[in-house]
């Protein structure tokens, strides 16, 4: 759904960072690292430094073989010795690394000493199941220790990760787990959903008898309830067990700079979702740097990221970006207001976090309680905030600016995407901040907006989000489908990224997002086709056909409305609106949100057949419907 900017850029309030904040920040100076970030090679091999490498780098970017664009050839290093092993060896051994809390109020905390000696029994126990390098590893599970421990096993030995968010379905699970050939699996009985405990071990189960490369599903007994472990399949283990007697040291597998790290599924706009690859060496470095000057990381910063470990935000900024800088990271299991809204408030005084990155959807949820918990709570220690996975709209950031942030703290709105790995397009915490815009594009990247024939676009008129230039954290690769990576850096000359995002640039080159230029809808933030919610939609013997749209939603942003055919014989009554809910929703599990289902007689179509989405899009807003020389009638 595109949203209008025009109205938007007329929020002409700016916001300016204190003396404080000013003196404090790691870069003072915005515009001049934009300017050392034009020579790409230099600021990236400067910044690649922080890391220990077993081997160094020969060559920084190798552009031979557009897009396979190769960062830091000859180099060999691994994740997770820098992630963990390397701050045993400093002041930071008995320092906490992760602190985990659930909404029941439980806590764990695990220093690096604690989690290197977890990590190396897991990859130890890993190499026995026969897991090597280049093997596919996958997890299905809750946001706990075990979940990080298990990720940087992985990377330790050189086993790729494919983690599957745990509030999909048994189809999403058995989709990804056949089209990667994993061959282990790690799952848990269940995890703490708003006073219930969601089952995840009987969906793993039921996936895994479709799943024959899976030769191994671990078990972490993560609720403590007592459980059986499935005879059916014969092939677990529970976590406890696996690891028991492992030595307490791992070899960590030196990796060849762009060796694969992992894979990790997101929606496109055709009907499958696409395997996003990342490698390592680059990756590391995006993470790890936009972390530190987005977020400003000084060595005393508790970072708390509420996103969940199944998506990219997860990957990157709840695991690996804080790791990497040696810094505490928050893992929270919980809605964001259960026991109740001030829930999240309650944590950032109890644990004194410095650095909070959310989610816009998550914020419109909690304005609605207004500022009874915000005020109930010391959030003094915050220093920096930042949202990101859709556009913010300038209500919900002035909410989270004035009332968590209490005026004092900078909001980072970043772009980014599963496929640019890292932060993208941000301010910095000395920049000047426009409720609403997510500013410039980092230093080291380069951004723009370009019209549909790839040419640059005057100021405030629309176009498309384009990546001009490689960037370190930049996706490889799509699993089994390098056609399709290839279009996507075709579809305007030069080889440049099409980000599928429709942006308006101010006068002070200031990126207004305005929404997808594609088949793809964000609902509180999670990304879905419509293809992906058209099939399930078909997959119901009451429904002969249909198309989705975005429709727009207060909290969601936006939800699902669909237009229907149905079958001969069927009614669209209550009841069988409630059924077909349910239907998508076990299909493609709780993220697609249904808003509104319009049965029809037809639907916009071309004369080869492809349902015209626009033309449902443009309906819907009241907007003229374009050029229609395409539709059959
Ligand atoms: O449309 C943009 C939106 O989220 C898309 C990427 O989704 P995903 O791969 O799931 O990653 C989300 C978390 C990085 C983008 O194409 N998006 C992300 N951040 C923003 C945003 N839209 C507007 N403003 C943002 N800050």
Redesign the pocket.
């Known amino acids: 759904m595109i949203r209008d900017t025009t109205v938007l850029m007329n929020e002409k309030r700016v916001f300016k960072p204190s003396e404080e904040i000013k003196e404090n920040a790691l870069v003072k100076n915005w515009e001049a690292e934009i300017e050392k970030g034009k020579n790409l090679e230099k600021y990236w091999s400067e910044k690649a430094e922080q890391f220990e490498w077993f081997k160094k780098w020969d060559k920084v970017l190798d552009e031979s073989n557009k897009p396979f664009y190769k960062w830091f050839l000859g180099g060999k290093i691994n994740l997770a010795y820098n992630a963990v092993d390397r701050w045993i060896k400093s002041e930071k051994r008995n320092q906490v690394a992760i602190i985990y809390i659930n909404e029941r109020g439980e806590e764990k905390k695990i220093t690096f000493y604690e989690l290197y000696l977890a990590v190396n029994k897991l990859a130890n126990a890993l190499k026995n199941l026969g897991v090597k390098k280049g093997d596919i590893v996958s997890t299905y599970m809750p946001m706990c220790p075990e979940l990080l421990i298990a990720l940087l096993a992985c990377t330790k030995i050189g086993a790729i990760h494919s983690v599957i968010y745990s509030g999909l379905s048994v189809g999403s699970l058995v989709e990804r787990i056949n089209e990667t050939q994993v061959k282990v699996l790690f799952t848990a009985d269940g995890t703490y959903r708003r006073g219930k405990v969601i089952d995840l071990k009987s969906i793993a189960d039921e996936a895994v008898l479709q799943c024959p490369s899976v030769e191994t599903i671990v078990v972490v007994n993560h609720t403590g309830t007592p459980i059986e472990l499935s005879k059916l399949s014969g092939r677990e283990i529970f976590y406890e067990r696996l690891v028991e007697g492992e030595a307490s040291y791992c070899e960590p597998e030196p990796m060849d700079s762009e060796d694969p790290l992992f894979i990790l599924y ?1 929606s496109g706009s055709t009907g499958k979702p696409k395997g996003v690859i990342h490698t390592t060496a680059g990756y590391m470095l995006g993470t790890a740097t936009t972390l530190r000057y987005v977020f400003d990381i000084h060595e005393d910063d508790l970072f708390w990221c509420t996103g969940d470990i199944g ?3 997860g990957h990157s900024y709840v695991i690996y970006g804080p790791l990497l800088l040696g810094t505490t990271t928050v893992v929270y299991e919980g809605a964001p207001d259960y026991p109740d809204p001030g829930v999240w408030w309650k944590i950032v005084e109890k644990y004194g976090v410095t650095k909070f990155y959310t989610a816009p959807t998550a914020i419109r949820h909690l304005m609605r309680f207004g500022i009874r918990y915000t005020d109930l709570y010391n959030l003094e220690s915050l220093r920096i905030l930042g ?5 913010i709209n300038p209500e919900a950031w002035i909410w989270l600016y004035k009332n968590v942030g209490k005026e004092r703290c900078p909001l980072m ?6 496929e640019t790995g890292m932060h993208m397009i941000s301010p910095l915490p000395v920049s000047d901040l426009k409720p609403g815009a ?1 500013a410039l594009p980092l230093p080291g990247v380069d951004a723009d907006v370009v019209d549909g024939k790839g040419n640059p676009v005057p100021v405030g008129k629309g176009g498309y989000l384009v990546i001009k230039k490689p960037w370190p954290a930049m996706f490889r690769n799509l699993h089994k489908n390098k056609e399709r990576f290839k279009e996507i850096w075709s579809e305007f000359p030069g080889c440049i990224y099409n ?3 429709m942006v308006r640039k101010d006068e002070d080159g200031y990126f207004w ?1 305005q ?2 230029s594609d088949d793809v809808l ?1 609902i509180a933030g999670h ?1 879905i086709g419509t293809a992906e919610v058209e099939s399930a939609f078909v997959s119901h013997p009451a429904v002969v056909e249909a198309a989705v749209i975005g429709r727009s939603d207060p909290i969601k942003g936006e939800i699902i409305k669909a237009f229907i055919i149905l079958r001969g014989g069927y009614e669209l009554k209550t009841k069988l609106i409630g059924e077909l809910k349910k239907h998508v929703r076990h299909e493609l599990g709780p993220v697609a949100v249904l808003g509104e289902i319009v049965q029809v007689d037809k639907l916009p179509k071309t004369r080869s057949g492809k349902i015209m989405h626009r033309i449902l899009r443009a309906q819907e807003m009241g907007e003229n419907l374009g050029d229609t020389s395409t539709l059959e009638e």
């Open positions: 997101t998506w990219i935000t949202t990101v996975g859709e556009p709105d970043t772009w980014w995407q599963t997510t980000a599928g995002d997002i929404g997808r964000k990304r």
